[in-house]
């Protein structure tokens, strides 16, 4: 399984890091992650409100699930955006 980790905190590094305990788990990118997610995951320099990037990026990787860290892009309605691309 491929994995999209949204967020550049704590959080995700933390989230990175238990995510990548699975088997299942083949690889882990971080939108646009941190020095710590860096060394665990490959990172991605999108900023979290460029949703239609994230969306290409997710689609070009064929990520097979995205998790959303930080609560700004929640507001803004990323789950919405994701859920209308039928992203997951």
């Known amino acids: 399984m491929i994995i999209g980790v949204i967020g550049s905190g704590g959080r995700e590094h933390a989230i990175c890091a238990k995510i990548l305990q699975s088997k299942k788990v083949k690889k882990v990118y971080c939108f646009p992650g941190n020095a710590g997610t860096n060394s665990i995951a490959t990172n991605v320099e999108i900023n979290l409100d ?35 691309h039928n992203i997951k």
């Open 50 to 84: 460029e949703f239609d990037k994230i969306k290409d990026f997710v689609i070009n990787k064929k990520i097979n699930f995205l998790i959303v860290g930080p609560e700004k892009p929640l507001v803004d309605g990323i789950v919405d955006y994701f859920q209308k």
